[in-house]
């Protein structure tokens, strides 16, 4: 094996975050009695974006990220609701999302045969841990790290410490991060002097700001670069 340890990123790397959102969106309209459009699912998902990049780098916390979105949405709506309150309810639903990404659970129960696998993650931990065991994936991994509970974030170079220090015997050459997002994977990884799996349909990967070891369009190439 050319890597012996694999840091695995979770949303839309091991599960289909978009369909988890997606569920958890329509079920809480569904609830508050209003019709979720592709305008308004846009443009929450803008905003939601916008604050887990703030998030990342540092200018917000994962608690004003969350507990703030909500209210901060409906306001464009010119609606004042409960944000918090409505967090709780959205994130009851997005619980339940642990729809699997392609062969994820295959490629991971047969990588943890012939490797280390670590989950890290800048998700919610009772949220991410749920998912995890809910897909049957949670077995698998040695350990699972997520940014809630180290005080740290991907992409900063504090998480990854964190991480290291939680695995024995660390050889940082033999050991790689794979993930969907250039800002947090990609970025953290290469801040952390380590090698990285970029997994992304996008074609071309050249013009890009941050530059992956490699680039995946499916997860089950990852045998290409790792054998």
């Not at 699912?41 to 780098?57: G, H, S, T």
């Not at 071309?204 to 990852?222: N, S, Y």
Request: charged share 25%; no cysteine.
């Amino acid at each position: 094996m050319r890597y012996t340890t694999l840091l695995f990123d979770v949303d839309d790397t091991l599960l289909d975050f978009q369909a988890a959102e997606n569920q958890a969106l329509r079920m809480l309209f569904e609830q508050e009695g209003l019709e979720l459009t592709t305008e308004l699912e846009k443009i929450y998902k803008e905003l939601n974006e916008q604050r887990w990049r703030a998030f990342e780098v540092g200018e917000m916390s994962r608690e004003t990220v969350v507990n703030g979105r909500f209210g901060e949405f409906f306001a464009q709506m010119n609606r004042t609701v409960d944000s918090i309150a409505m967090e709780q309810k959205y994130r009851y639903f997005l619980n339940q999302g642990h729809q699997l990404l392609g062969n994820s659970l295959a490629i991971v129960a047969d990588l943890a045969q012939k490797a280390d696998l670590y989950v890290v993650s800048n998700g919610v931990s009772k949220t991410q841990y749920q998912r995890l065991g809910d897909a049957q994936l949670l077995p698998y991994f040695k350990e699972v790290i997520i940014s809630e509970d180290t005080g740290y974030q991907k992409p900063m170079l504090e998480f990854f410490e964190y991480t290291f220090n939680k695995i024995p015997q660390l050889n940082k050459e033999k050991t790689v991060i794979i993930g969907d997002s250039l800002t947090s994977d990609i970025q953290g990884g290469n801040n952390a002097g380590i090698d990285t799996i970029w997994l992304h349909p996008l074609v071309d990967a050249d013009e890009l700001v941050v530059q992956p070891t490699h680039h995946i369009q499916r997860l089950e190439e990852i045998y290409e670069i790792l054998m």
